[in-house]
């Protein structure tokens, strides 16, 4: 797993690569952590490059939704694949969770 | 019908996910499952691998996690069986995030997934051991009870 | 000519398609006037599919500049093309407006 | 050396823009000029039409606009001939926007872009005619005097 993040002045994308889950959900973590604790409140995850997803990866997506909405902001999703957006659904979080078709309708959405 | 075996013994250790869920890949496609049953397949054998080593195991390993799949007509049967402590896999009612509760929890949503993603669940508590078997259907057919 | 916009609740993208020239540039002009009547402050000119622009469709970019900043919006540029550039750039334009490389920098910047 | 050249007469009126962009173009692409020089003779072409049109004669009419194009050794020369008003084609020193006035105006975008774009740009008034010459050399070369 690869995290690619694209920081802009008012929101970060962040791109997981490959396989989240219970190995690898730390990094993953770690990577959102940094961009909230950096003053980052408006998240996209651009899950279109996600090979697995596990509860893991959902447990910290959703902390992550907590902490950017504590501080004013918000978390969406754009470009899930199928996997992905599977995942997403079986879990419930996408009626929690804005699922966007594209990079720039979610970073429009704030 | 004849029905086909496959058998995997690994150690209760996270790194061997990727094991398990190619294993399980492996058994779907050559089960002729298509792409999205064979996903739902590795989903829950990932989420239920996890449960073992961290509910009935109580943490990382080298302890043994055994994994068989077995061919259905229609299907595929993926039974998991450990060593460890009996581990609770019903699944809550709904999503942590639909919960009526003023702090939303995470927890238990593994055993959701497990449970959504397959057509069947079943656990069990035999001796020492755990067993939790899961089936999986070609789209189009349920299971023959 | 062709334009193809993309309406999101916060920004629209305008994406003129083919010249923009002194016999088109009405067209170019009257769904940028739309846009800004519509109430959308900020605009965002994606000029990847541009095969000519001449002073006629700077005119109109410099007009809806103008109306947006006036609403408390901005207008900025999204992938130009080697010809929209090097036009943006001849007439100083590049100084005025900003010109980003994607059009989701360009959506970010806002 | 021998001088091609082409010849085009089309109507004063703005439909004819494709027509005469697409007249420089080919003879900018038979003379060898790279993509970027002749783009930038196109968009000069381009704007000496608008302002014949709208400037020389006033509006669009059946008014005759010549242009020919020349190849040099290094480089291309089109002129524009037209029986219309006498019009300046001197270029503003700077862009409107760069201006220091409180409201910023486009007039003289036109002229400031294709001296912009061009090597050369001379214009003459013979008679009742008006004759802009523009010039445009390859990368690397400069005017020859
Ligand atoms: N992967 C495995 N490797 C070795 N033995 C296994 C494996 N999976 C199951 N078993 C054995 O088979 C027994 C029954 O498992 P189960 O999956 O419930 O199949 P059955 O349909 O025969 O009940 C377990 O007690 C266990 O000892
Ligand atoms: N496209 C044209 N078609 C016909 N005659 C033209 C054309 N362009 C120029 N001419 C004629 O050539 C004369 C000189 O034009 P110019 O471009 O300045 O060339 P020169 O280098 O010979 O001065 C003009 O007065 C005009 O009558």
Same mark, same amino acid.
């Given at each position: ?69 504590? %501080? ?8 899930? %694949? ?29 | ?53 961290? /509910? ?9 996690? !055994? ?47 497990? /449970? ?6 079943? !656990? ?22």
């Amino acid at each position: 797993m690869d995290v690619k993040t694209t920081e802009y002045k008012r929101v970060a994308v962040v791109q997981p690569v490959g396989r989240v889950d219970s190995n690898t959900s730390a990094e993953f973590e770690a990577e959102l952590r940094r961009l909230v604790d950096s003053g980052h409140i408006n998240l996209v995850l651009d899950l279109s490059k996600i090979d697995f997803l596990s509860s893991a990866g959902l447990r910290v997506i959703v902390s992550t939704m907590k902490s950017t909405r504590k %501080n004013g902001g918000n978390i969406c999703v754009a470009e899930a %694949n199928a996997r992905a957006a599977e995942v997403m659904k079986l879990a419930g979080l996408d009626s929690v969770i804005d699922m966007h078709p594209t990079r720039e309708a979610a970073i429009a959405s704030f | 019908m004849p029905a086909t075996t496959q058998r995997l013994r690994v150690p209760a250790r996270l790194p061997q996910l990727a094991r398990v869920r190619e294993f399980v890949h492996g058994c779907a496609l050559r089960k002729g499952l298509p792409e999205r049953e064979t996903f739902a397949c590795e989903l829950a054998a990932d989420e239920a691998f996890v449960n073992i080593v961290v /509910h009935a195991y109580g943490g990382e390993s080298d302890r043994p996690v !055994f994994v068989r799949c077995r061919g259905l007509a229609n299907g595929l049967v993926i039974s998991f069986v450990d060593e460890g402590m009996a581990w609770d896999p019903s699944p809550p009612s709904a999503p942590p995030w639909e919960s009526t509760q003023a702090e939303v929890t995470v927890g238990g949503l593994g055993r959701l997934i497990i /449970h959504r993603a397959m057509d069947g669940v079943r !656990f069990r508590r035999r001796g020492s051991r755990n067993i939790l078997t899961l089936c999986k259907f070609r789209s189009g057919f349920s299971p023959a009870e």
